[in-house]
């Protein structure tokens, strides 16, 4: 019996129900399924190579983006999903690897920022073709139905989102 069938019999592959829409717990399989399979292949690439997980990465990355390179932890933990517990933890490894510092908001002294050193822009720009080309290479499965998943899911992700 194939893995995917053994973790959810009940669930049919859609590829046997031609021409039929697929159930909610079909997709949701697909997503949680492609989510893990693609987070442990990067994440294990950026490990071995650039010596970083993928989360170290993509803290990373959302700082690096952010205005002067700097983010609150906040700001950080939204871009990644994370709890604040996790954002914090997430970034004490970056602090200790000297990727990036922690700030002090200059305008509220409880407001805690993560500023991009010159280490992690070095360590940013090594690890980023390695995540980026092998992200691209898993997704280049989509075809010409990228643009159609990515919309689908950014709608799913907004409707998701948490109210405030």
């Known amino acids: 019996m194939p893995p995917d069938k053994a973790l959810a019999p009940a669930v049919p592959d859609v590829a ?89 908001s200059s305008g509220d002294r409880r407001l805690l920022h993560a500023r991009l050193t010159e280490a992690g822009r070095g360590r940013l720009r090594e690890a980023a073709p390695t995540h980026d080309e092998l992200v691209a290479h898993l997704l280049a499965h989509l075809g010409n139905d990228a643009a159609a998943v990515t919309d689908a899911l950014a709608r799913v992700s907004a409707a998701a989102r948490p109210r405030r």
Not at 44 to 66: K, P, V
């Open 16 to 104: 046997e129900l031609a021409g039929a829409l697929p159930r909610p717990e079909e997709t949701w399989l697909r997503i949680v399924q492609v989510h893990d399979r693609i987070t442990r292949r990067v994440d294990s690439a950026l490990h071995r190579q650039h010596g970083i997980s993928l989360t170290g990465f993509e803290a990373l990355r959302r700082i690096a983006e952010a205005p002067g390179e700097r983010a609150s932890m906040g700001e950080v933990a939204e871009a990644l999903g994370l709890s604040r517990a996790g954002v914090t933890s997430t970034v004490s490894r970056l602090v200790d690897q000297g990727y990036v510092v922690r700030e002090r």
